[in-house]
């Protein structure tokens, strides 16, 4: 697929990400547990499916020898003001070797909604050597 159509791509899954992270972000103590467990699974697939993207357009990654899989069973949402933060692991394995082990690298997400941009996002990806950043074009986000 041509660059920039992948490109295009992304801020059309990225607005999916603005229903559920808004859901996340309003819900109350009253809410029950399920719901935001749904929420919580709702923004986990649509961070991989933007991540998927990034790493496509990432030259230093190689997506023709990697397929990613999913984000860590153990993956830690929470809320910080008006920003949803979640941590965890990204896990991604070999396409040639699929029965090789799949890698876990650190993934941290931090999630804003704005008024001006819709959903703004930061994805930090990979250990402190190799750490990749990805990120919404327009942001309002601090620096993470």
């Not at 984000?71 to 949402?77: A, D, G, Q, V």
């Not at 996002?121 to 990749?132: L, M, S, T």
Request: with cysteine; net charge positive; proline share 2%.
């Amino acid at each position: 697929m041509k660059r920039r159509t992948l490109k295009k791509q992304i801020p059309q899954v990225a607005e999916k990400l603005f229903k559920p992270a808004r859901k996340y972000l309003v819900a109350s103590a009253k809410v029950h547990q399920d719901i935001i467990s749904q929420y919580e699974r709702e923004m986990e697939r649509c961070i991989v499916d933007l991540v998927r993207l990034h790493l496509v357009l990432d030259d230093s990654w190689q997506h023709r020898r990697r397929w990613l899989d999913d984000l860590s069973e153990e993956f830690y949402w929470q809320r910080k003001g008006e920003i949803v933060e979640g941590e965890g692991e990204l896990f991604w394995g070999h396409w040639p070797e699929v029965d090789r082990e799949i890698t876990g690298l650190s993934f941290k997400a931090f999630i804003k909604l704005c008024a001006r941009h819709g959903v703004e996002y930061i994805f930090h990806y990979g250990n402190a050597a190799q750490e990749r950043v990805y990120s919404s074009r327009r942001c309002c986000l601090t620096r993470v």
